[in-house]
């Protein structure tokens, strides 16, 4: 009988700093989700007569607040994430980037300091997205915005799969390996939503769902993105969830 000890997994925090785990989303999905803030804020900063807030939580290495930033000329976006190596990385990208934590009181601003919040697929990794919401409630002013955006459970070829008995794409059975589903990265997902789910949850949580869309997803095979960027039409069967919420 063997003495020696069973090796202990990594926990969830350990998993999530390691440089090797991707956290980048994809330019498009980035793009879109810009353009519906920089529409939700008007014409612009200069116009507005005032810098708006801008936290990008879950920021990562920064990729998507970089993406982001030419489509909000004037206003000033902060990175936030509890990565110190996430965070070492976006500070190459972009300007501002602290550390918090989406727990009470764990972000780094007095309640209501910012304008709008970009919540750029965050949501589908956490244990505790209710405290998350609550957070990010807190720091928004009243009727600031909230972009979130997280991989469709029912995305068109989800759909499909589900029907041939495959694990959809997105979701996941272990933190080790790929199990039963098309892919060869793990990310790391805990909750997946459909549009619906999406909506009821955040409506819940003290917000006023303004507008859902769909964005393309970067990993789908050359062959079938022109199908993709057709399903962004109805967002019930996109690949990317992107919703606009305001604080209520």
């Known amino acids: 009988m063997s003495t020696t000890s069973p090796v202990k997994p990594p926990e969830l925090r350990d998993f999530y700093e390691n440089p090797a785990v991707p956290v980048a989303s994809g330019t498009p999905r980035s793009r879109r989700q810009a353009r519906m803030l920089a529409e939700a804020l008007g014409a612009g900063a200069e116009a507005a007569g005032r810098t708006r807030t801008i936290l990008d939580i879950g920021c990562g290495d920064g990729t998507a607040a970089a993406t982001a930033a030419p489509f909000l000329p004037g206003h000033r976006i902060v990175g936030i994430d509890w990565s110190q190596d996430a965070l070492r990385r976006a500070r190459t990208r972009i300007p501002y980037a602290v550390r918090g934590?989406?727990?009470?009181?764990g972000l780094p601003f007095r309640s209501g300091a910012a304008d709008a919040v970009l919540f750029s697929e965050v949501i589908e990794h956490l244990v505790d997205p209710d405290?998350?919401?609550?957070e990010i409630r807190r720091v928004l002013r009243?009727?600031?915005?909230l972009m979130l955006s997280t991989p469709n459970?029912?995305?068109w070829y989800n759909r499909a799969l589900l029907l041939a008995g495959v694990q959809p794409v997105f979701s996941e059975v272990s933190l080790r390996a790929i199990h039963g589903r098309?892919?060869?990265?793990v990310v790391g997902h805990l909750r997946l939503y459909t549009a619906r789910a999406l909506r009821e949850f955040v409506a819940a949580s003290g917000f006023e769902v303004v507008r859902l869309a769909g964005a393309p997803f970067h990993?789908?095979?050359r062959p079938l993105r022109p199908l993709d960027r057709l399903a962004c039409a109805r967002p019930s069967l996109a690949s990317i969830l992107l919703l606009h919420a305001r604080r209520t």
């Open 101 to 105: 934590e989406l727990t009470d009181g």
């Open 131 to 134: 405290a998350a919401l609550d």
């Open 182 to 185: 098309p892919g060869r990265e």
């Open 219 to 221: 990993g789908v095979p």
């Open 153 to 155: 459970l029912a995305a």
């Open 142 to 145: 009243p009727g600031g915005h």
